[in-house]
Structure formats: C-alpha cells, structure tokens
C-alpha cells in the first residue's frame, strides 16, 4: 500500500517516508491511496484473539509491501504492553476504556506504534532520528512515554513554562535518558513556532535529521484502527446480538483522528452501522453533518480541553474517505454536542448511579452515546436494538481538577501517575527564540 496526500494525489509514498516526513511536502495528510478489502480477516477475529495479534496482523495486511510478518509482530509487541477494556455500564452501552497506557490516555496507542515503527525502520537504516515536538501540556506525555528508551532516538519536547499542570510537567520532565525537556520562557504558540523554525533551519534539522511525531502523523492514525477492530471481535461474544449489524461506535472527538481511524476500519470491512461523533460546544463538525456547511472557527475553552479545536486537521481526510459526499458522511456518522453544565451532570451521575469514575471527554461521549438512543436514528435492524461502545479517552486522575468540581471527591489515581509525582524534574529552561533552543540543542 501506498500514501498519498490530501492534497495531491498524483505523488504517493511509502509508509516509512510518510511516518518519517509527518506533514506531506505540500501541507496536506497522508492517506492511505485505497480501502483494501479486509473483511474476511477481519471477521476472523474471535473475542478470544489477543490485541497485539489483531494489530499485527492488520499491521501486516497493510504494510506487506514494507514489513514482513516478523518486522509486523516485533512493532505491535513492542508497542503494546497495555490494551484496552470494555466496560459494561448499561444495557446497551459499553464503555471502552482506552487509557491503561503509560501515559494514561489513548493517545499513547498512536504515539507508541509510531515510535516502534520508526525504531524498526531507524535500526533497519543504521540512521539516528531527532523526534522535536512541541506541547501545551497533555499529549506531549504520550509521545515522551512511547519513544523512552527507543534505540537511534531522541526526543526534544518543548512546553510553556509555568503553563502546564504540575502532573503534565512531572510527566514530561522526569523520564530522562533520551527525553529532553525544554521549559519555554513564552507561551505554547512560541513553542509551535520554534518547532517550526528548527524544521525549516536546513542545518540544523539536517545535522540532527528532525523529525515530527505530532497527532496527525500517519503513523499515529493507523494503530487508533486497531482498538475497534478488537471491540468488533470481542462484541461476536454477545450471542444476542451476534451479527453486529446494529453496533455503534461513540466517539469524543477535538482533531477527528479517532474518529477517521474508525473510519478506516469500517472502509476496511469493519461492518458496524455507524459512528456517533461526541463533541463539546466546538461543534464545527457536528454542524456540517447537520447542514452540511462546514465553517472552522476559533476554539473555545470547555472542561474537556482537548477536545477544544476549532478548525479539526483531520476534516481533510474525512472529506477524502467520503469523496466528499455530505449525504454519504451524515448517513454513517451522526452527531451529539455536550454542554460543560451536561459533562459535570453525567461525572456526578455515572459516579452516584454505576460507581464508575470518568474523566470530562469520556461523559461527553457516554452522555451523547445516551442521547444517540433516544434519537430517532436509533432504530432496530433485523430486529435488533442499536448497541453501542462508548470510548474512554483519557483516566479520570489526569483531570482530578474537573472530577473535584462536579462530585466533590478525588478521582483514584492509577500507581504509573502516582508515581511520576514523587520523581525529580530535571528540565533546560531556555527563551522563545529559535537562536537560543539552538544553542542547548546543537
Ligand atoms: C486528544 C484527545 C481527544 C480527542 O481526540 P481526537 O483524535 O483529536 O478527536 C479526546 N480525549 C482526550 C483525553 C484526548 O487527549
């Protein structure tokens, strides 16, 4: 299989190119050039098959052409030491925890296959890689975790000093050995806009062949298939409903990156019904499945933060996947907007009725997952009630703040974070320009 990018279809690339170079040349996302037909691989998968072996052998199917069955095994065990869970919480909703990760949130799913796969490729090459990145706080965790003691990597992340949570900075700065952490004197947009300069400082990015390891790498989106092809396989055990033709996925969605790997996985053959996409009031998606005018604006703060984007990176490649059909995109996926009085209603009320901690992202979409049932597109198949996995983004601890508010307790923390509390920071704190990250970095 080969990529091209969303904005120019004529050049396509190998996996390996398109992980290594992150944005296409022309500003546009990698995609994959078609949907191969996985079906039948797919539906193979038994409640019974281990993740990594769904992730290797999708991994496989994909990328035949780059690794073989050995390379595709060594980067999915490499990558995966934790999987997810589904929780059962109502009748027909389940919850698919998606943070047992190290750094607590599934964006590590993404983060760590990228980071074994440029490690596969790195040792293949003999070549060394610098991954520069630059964070406000949560997902820079992620991608330090994933890339820790990788082999012919460095990472240097930079993050706005005094800026980010006390846990965020101990995540970033305790780990050491090939994570550097940079303290900006300035805010996240100077961060971005270093980043961004080193790249385009030939010399520097040449000497220390940089690389990018941001949410929109390719390499990032294609590991976020795997989870629902797993709950696909494990919701074969439920005999009440074993065609899963009525099975819904919910997402809480900001970029769309979890979202379009469903996506993908559906055009894969996954056969689910349909997708709910879960926002808070940054709703410019939910708005174009409604009207199907699409009107990108500036973000506005909620208490699920990372889920505030105004303008989502990842609409580009939902257009692709559609052939930028608006009737074919609001057939399968269907849209829920979360206020933050209703994500602090459903903490407290999943809290006090189930005994079940969430953090904001995972109530917005267990609430729009509620919403969705009672809807008029709720409607049977073959007799059969839509039933729906509900994801879980991040672990309740990580926003210990939001949980406080809205029940008036300390949501338990998981021991990894506990014990990234009680670690030492050890950071370089450096000004806002490009001159002066150069002179610690070079
Ligand atoms: C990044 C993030 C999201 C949003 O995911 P997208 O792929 O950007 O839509 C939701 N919840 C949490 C906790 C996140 O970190």
């Not at 919850?95 to 990228?114: N, R, T, V, W």
């Not at 997902?139 to 005094?162: C, M």
């Not at 708005?287 to 580009?316: C, H, I, Q, W």
Request: proline share 4%; aromatic share 8%; hydrophobic share 40%.
């Amino acid at each position: 299989m080969k990529f091209y990018s969303t904005r120019n279809k004529t050049e396509a690339v190998s996996f390996k190119d398109a992980i290594f170079r992150g944005l296409a040349p022309d500003g546009g996302l990698y995609m994959p050039e078609n949907a191969p037909d996985l079906s039948e691989l797919i539906n193979s998968f038994t409640p019974d098959t281990p993740f990594n072996e769904i992730a290797a052998s999708i991994t496989q199917a994909l990328l035949s052409e780059e690794l073989d069955e050995a390379a595709a095994k060594r980067i999915c065990d490499r990558a995966f030491d934790f999987i997810p869970e589904l929780v059962g919480v109502d009748d027909n909703i389940s919850i698919m925890e998606l943070f047992h990760g190290p750094s607590c949130a599934f964006k590590d799913f993404g983060a760590s296959f990228l980071a074994s796969s440029m490690e596969e490729f790195l040792r293949t090459d003999s070549r060394k890689a610098t991954i520069l990145t630059a964070t406000s706080g949560d997902t820079g965790s992620a991608v330090a975790r994933a890339f820790y003691e990788k082999e012919n990597i460095d990472v240097i992340i930079l993050y706005p000093s005094g800026r980010v949570s006390p846990l965020q900075e101990k995540q970033l700065t305790t780990l050491g050995k090939n994570i550097r952490a940079l303290e900006v004197e300035g805010s996240f947009d100077d961060c971005q806009r270093m980043v961004k300069e080193a790249f385009l400082d030939r010399e520097l990015s040449d000497k220390l062949n940089l690389t990018s390891a941001n949410s929109i790498s390719l390499g990032r989106l294609i590991p976020q298939s795997f989870y629902y092809i797993w709950a696909w396989a494990q919701a074969a055990a439920d005999s009440d409903n074993a065609d899963r033709s009525n099975l819904w996925f919910c997402v809480p969605s900001g970029n769309f990156g979890n979202l379009t790997a469903g996506i993908m996985a559906h055009s894969w053959g996954m056969g689910n019904r349909g997708f709910i996409a879960a926002t808070n009031i940054n709703d410019v998606v939910p708005e174009y499945l409604k009207s199907g005018e699409y009107n990108p604006r500036a973000s506005k703060l909620t208490l699920s933060n990372a889920m505030d984007v105004g303008n989502p990176s990842n609409f580009e490649r939902m257009l692709e996947l559609f052939e930028e059909s608006h009737e074919k995109m609001s057939d399968l996926i269907k849209e829920k907007v979360i206020t933050d009085s209703e994500t602090a209603e459903t903490i407290r009320e999943l809290l006090s009725d189930k005994n079940y901690e969430c953090d904001p992202h995972t109530a917005v979409g267990y609430l729009a997952s509620k919403r969705f049932l009672e809807s008029a597109d709720a409607v049977e198949i073959d007799g059969k009630a839509p039933r729906i996995i509900s994801l879980s983004t991040a672990h309740p601890g990580k926003f210990t703040e939001v949980f406080d508010e809205a029940t008036g307790k300390k949501p338990e923390l998981p021991a990894r974070l506990e014990k990234v509390l009680k670690l030492e920071k050890v950071s370089t704190v450096v000004g806002n320009t490009l001159e002066e990250m150069k002179a610690v970095i070079s």
